[in-house]
């Protein structure tokens, strides 16, 4: 995005919050704000080589990530892109990164955030039957499920039976691959990055080796947790820490803790996102060096 010569003092700002954080986290930073589409991935796989093509860059990348969410097969191409060029990942999440957003936390090696931040169900964005609008998987595929218990029961109304009828079944099953592929990726990444030092119990049977199996079974309950849409009642359910870690018993590294830390991440992220906001800005990457 080209900036205004007036707008240098907010960069300007920004970019040396940017070298803070990197300095305090001893990672490359990069600002990511928009949704997780497919025709965003060739920028953002621009930004990051970017980055790592420079002789300064560390052995990790943290993403300071705000989105409503998007895409899962998109978000498994920027973590390809994003592993392929750093050996851990961070994510950062000074506000929220919902649905897709969480997808993509779920990729990472820390999640650093704190009271205020959110992150939500991982119910995938798709396509619509006329590809024009992009709706949430789980709310159709849960409404269709209503239908069918209906029609089962004897308790379905004409217009209900109606509507059943005229459901594209191709459709329906490109919802449920959408489904099951979230909940594929959260599986393998969680076992794979997350739980990678989850290597002694701390709660029950404490003290006792974590094997493998106990790794991918604590990562299947978390992923079926958060794409139940029967536990979160809604889409947009905005999942704070504390229940992160309770309910699904998440190691979160809360940046709150650390007064320098939080005054720098919201130095960094609130500057640029009340800018792109006055700019009606829809996607936006930002690292001072790209």
């Given at each position: 995005?080209?900036?205004?010569?007036?707008?240098?003092?907010?960069?300007?700002?920004?970019?040396?919050?940017?070298?803070?954080?990197?300095?305090?986290?001893?990672?490359?930073?990069?600002?990511?704000?928009?949704?997780?589409?497919?025709?965003?991935?060739?920028?953002?796989?621009?930004?990051?080589?970017?980055?790592?093509?420079?002789?300064?860059?560390?052995?990790?990348?943290?993403?300071?990530?705000?989105?409503?969410?998007?895409?899962?097969?998109?978000?498994?191409?920027?973590?390809?892109?994003?592993?392929?060029?750093?050996?851990?990942?961070?994510?950062?999440?000074?506000?929220?990164?919902?649905?897709?957003?969480?997808?993509?936390?779920?990729?990472?090696?820390?999640?650093?955030?704190?009271?205020?931040?959110?992150?939500?169900?991982?119910?995938?964005?798709?396509?619509?039957?006329?590809n024009k609008f992009l709706v949430p998987a789980?709310?159709?595929?849960?409404?269709?499920?209503?239908?069918?218990?209906?029609?089962?029961?004897?308790?379905?109304?004409?217009?209900?039976?109606?509507?059943?009828?005229?459901?594209?079944?191709?459709?329906?099953?490109?919802?449920?691959?959408?489904?099951?592929?979230?909940?594929?990726?959260?599986?393998?990444?969680?076992?794979?990055?997350k739980f990678k030092d989850w290597t002694v119990?701390?709660?029950?049977?404490?003290?006792?080796?974590?094997?493998?199996?106990?790794?991918?079974?604590?990562?299947?309950?978390?992923?079926?947790?958060?794409?139940?849409?029967?536990?979160?009642?809604?889409?947009?359910?905005?999942?704070?820490?504390?229940?992160?870690?309770?309910?699904?018993?998440?190691?979160?590294?809360?940046?709150?803790?650390?007064?320098?830390?939080?005054?720098?991440?919201?130095?960094?992220?609130?500057?640029?996102?009340?800018?792109?906001?006055?700019?009606?800005?829809?996607?936006?990457?930002?690292?001072?060096?790209i």
């Open positions: 995005m080209a900036l205004p010569q007036l707008d240098r003092v907010v960069i300007d700002i920004v970019n040396n919050a940017e070298e803070t954080l990197e300095q305090h986290l001893d990672c490359d930073v990069l600002y990511y704000f928009g949704e997780l589409r497919r025709g965003l991935i060739t920028p953002f796989r621009e930004a990051i080589e970017r980055m790592a093509a420079q002789p300064t860059k560390r052995e990790a990348l943290g993403v300071c990530m705000t989105t409503p969410g998007g895409e899962a097969e998109a978000v498994e191409k920027m973590v390809q892109i994003a592993r392929h060029h750093y050996d851990q990942v961070y994510a950062i999440v000074p506000q929220s990164a919902m649905s897709a957003g969480t997808i993509f936390c779920m990729a990472c090696d820390r999640i650093y955030m704190d009271y205020s931040s959110s992150l939500g169900p991982i119910d995938p964005q798709v396509p619509d039957r006329e789980l709310g159709y595929l849960d409404k269709v499920g209503e239908l069918i218990a209906k029609s089962a029961n004897g308790t379905i109304s004409p217009a209900e039976f109606a509507i059943l009828q005229a459901q594209d079944l191709a459709m329906i099953r490109f919802y449920e691959q959408a489904r099951d592929l979230s909940i594929s990726l959260l599986k393998q990444w969680l076992t794979r990055y119990h701390r709660t029950n049977n404490v003290g006792a080796q974590v094997t493998q199996a106990e790794k991918e079974q604590r990562a299947e309950e978390i992923a079926k947790l958060l794409s139940d849409n029967g536990h979160w009642h809604s889409h947009g359910r905005m999942i704070g820490i504390e229940t992160l870690r309770q309910t699904l018993r998440l190691q979160i590294d809360d940046f709150g803790e650390n007064a320098a830390l939080r005054d720098g991440i919201r130095q960094y992220c609130d500057t640029l996102s009340d800018y792109l906001a006055r700019a009606n800005a829809a996607f936006y990457v930002h690292n001072r060096n």
